[in-house]
């Protein structure tokens, strides 16, 4: 099975920030990496797929890169909305294994 | 209006079963691939199950044996037969639609294992 470590495992930033997450595979994933944003009470939203395509609706300061093992997540410029816990999930094989989690505070 | 609706979920003992049932609205599952979720009280994500529209199925480790991922495609219905259920097994279950990443979920069913 492919491990997933999402670093950091939190993470308190401000309104207006640069914010970036990694996110780094055991086995090669190819493109095959998904980000989500869940917030407390809800089902996850789909922010990312493929590594780096952006999901209908979603604000284009989210944005993902990498391929192989190593990955990234970008909230360009943080507004109060993206406060909020984050996931990365490989779907290269199954079973399709999420990371941990980053949990985005506020400073 | 596209959307999953999950039933099923309450409080079991150890050892018990429990099926869920995950109902969509908007689209057929027949045509769809179609995923389970699980999440712990204060925990990750945990990747479940997954039935392919063509039938076939997978299970994480965790689970394998013990649940049983189907659908009826007459009710447009997914389910999650659940058996020997451990404390462990304790979690909001959810459903989603799609094989590799999952644009569409359920609202969440809390299924709790306790004696």
């Known amino acids: 099975d492919s491990q997933m470590t999402q670093s950091p495992s939190s993470l308190s930033a401000s309104v207006g920030d640069r914010v970036t997450i990694a996110c780094r595979a055991s086995q090669n994933v190819n493109t095959q990496l998904n980000w989500y944003q869940q917030k407390s009470g809800k089902a996850p939203n789909l922010l990312i797929y493929?590594?780096?395509s952006l999901q209908s609706d979603v604000p284009s300061r989210f944005s993902g890169s990498g391929s192989g093992t190593d990955f990234t997540l970008t909230i360009s410029s943080l507004q109060p909305d993206d406060f909020a816990t984050y996931y990365c999930?490989?779907?290269?094989?199954?079973?399709?294994?999420f990371g941990q989690g980053t949990r985005l505070e506020m400073k | 209006e596209v959307q999953l609706v999950e039933s099923g979920g309450g409080l079991v003992q150890p050892g018990g079963s429990l099926r869920l049932s995950c109902t969509a609205s908007g689209f057929t599952l027949s045509g769809n691939y179609m995923t389970w979720v699980r999440q712990a009280p204060g925990k990750g994500l945990e990747w479940v199950s997954l039935i392919y529209s063509g039938g076939s199925t997978y299970y994480a480790d965790s689970v394998k044996g013990r649940f049983t991922i189907s659908r009826d495609t007459s009710k447009n219905t997914l389910y999650l037969q659940m058996d020997d259920l451990r404390v462990e097994d304790t979690a909001v279950y959810y459903c989603?639609?799609?094989?590799?990443?999952?644009?569409?979920w359920g609202q969440g069913t809390l299924v709790t294992v306790s004696s």
């Open positions: 999930q490989q779907s290269s094989s199954v079973p399709y294994t």
């Open positions: 989603a639609r799609d094989k590799r990443y999952y644009s569409l």
């Open positions: 493929g590594a780096s």
